[in-house]
């Protein structure tokens, strides 16, 4: 299959992350993209090609336009109010606190539309960002062109983003826009598979009162795994999107034959929604090794998930996310495409 890949993802480079009450380097750095197009090369995988260009029509499709305008500013703002370093917020707007009314500074714009402190700026972000969603349109139009698969290797990630909101290392939620893209070409319903660690809470937010996506994730069980408030099993959709979103939370220490069940089940539910086509939100923090997860994949899982997913004999758009063991990163994403290719 081909990969979709753009070097300006490399411009989001040397962003500080808050965890656990020190600041230190971010784990989503640019050596994960690198590691992964190394291993593209090394496995044959197919070409590699660039993004083409795109305006950010598409990405309104699932974002506030407010809050897609506002991420080019961010950068800019935050030096011209004198800031160093990267980009952060520190203030939210939670439970009992005015959540519609955007403050004037960028320090509280960026508490407006985040959830965490986890999506940082430094001045390549917008770019990366950018890039990071034009990638993931050039793979979706390659799919809608025929082939039966794509790899879209995004960098940032995507699925934390919400609707006005980023977090968790996401700004623009690449696998929601492709799917929505989808369904604006023509296709019925599309299904959206995330297999990363971590619960796709912007993805879930984004479709849940929608029948036409169906939001399938296998994560860390949010009682005690990030993000913490939303990935609970009885997330099931509201109104047109009652039933049609679908949680398979599990605790520290799944292992495949755990970790399995949950794809079974998930690929049985999939399979019976019948779409048009699949998204994979491809995370593969589910690693033994990964620095920040707790679930017990090994390398030897990670083909057995692509070859799972062939099965379903759909159209396949996979849409990288996390995976924070970058020496293993590219083994076990490219695992995957290798696997859905049985070979
Ligand atoms: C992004 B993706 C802070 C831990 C929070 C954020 C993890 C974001 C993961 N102590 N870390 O889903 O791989
Ligand atoms: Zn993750």
Redesign the pocket.
């Known amino acids: 299959m081909k990969t979709v890949y753009s070097p300006l993802h490399a411009g989001h480079a040397g962003q500080m992350?808050?965890?656990?009450s020190a600041i230190v380097p971010g784990?989503?750095k640019p050596s994960r993209a690198e590691f992964i197009r190394a291993r593209v090369e090394s496995e044959k995988l197919g070409p590699i090609i660039g993004p083409v260009e795109h305006d950010l029509a598409a990405a309104k499709r699932v974002h506030s336009a407010d809050y897609i305008d506002f991420l080019p500013t961010v950068w800019p703002r935050w030096t011209a109010e004198g800031h160093k370093g990267s980009a952060m917020a520190f203030t939210w707007p939670t439970r009992g606190l005015r959540g519609d009314v955007p403050p004037q500074r960028i320090d509280g714009l960026l508490g407006y539309y985040s959830f965490?402190a986890?999506a940082t700026f430094v001045e390549g972000t917008w770019a990366a960002i950018k890039s990071s969603y034009e990638v993931a349109l050039t793979a979706a139009e390659l799919v809608k062109a025929g082939e039966p698969a794509a790899f879209a290797l995004c960098r940032p990630?995507g699925?934390?983003a919400g609707a006005a909101f980023m977090g968790?290392?996401?700004f623009i939620n690449n696998a929601a826009v492709a799917a929505q893209w989808f369904l604006d070409q023509g296709a019925r319903r599309v299904s959206i598979l995330d297999v990363?660690?971590?619960h796709?809470n912007g993805t879930q937010e984004i479709f849940y009162g929608r029948g036409d996506v169906q939001v399938i994730n296998l994560h860390g069980d949010p009682m005690t795994e990030?993000?913490f408030f939303l990935g609970h099993a009885d997330e099931h959709g509201i109104g047109e999107g009652e039933g049609f979103n679908l949680n398979y939370p599990m605790p520290f220490g799944t292992d495949w034959d755990g970790w399995n069940a949950s794809l079974e089940d998930a690929c049985a539910k999939l399979a019976a929604y019948a779409p048009d086509v699949v998204v994979v939100s491809l995370?593969v923090?589910t690693f033994e090794k990964d620095p920040?997860s707790q679930f017990k994949l090994t390398s030897a899982d990670y083909p057995k998930i692509g070859r799972r997913i062939a099965r379903l004999g759909l159209p396949t758009l996979f849409v990288m996310?996390?995976?924070?063991a970058v020496e293993e990163i590219g083994i076990n994403a490219v695992g995957v495409l290798t696997g859905f290719e049985d070979r």
């Open positions: 992350e808050l965890v656990t784990f989503e965490d986890g990630p699925h934390h968790g290392y996401c990363d660690y971590h796709g990030y993000p995370g923090d920040i996310e996390g995976g924070y």
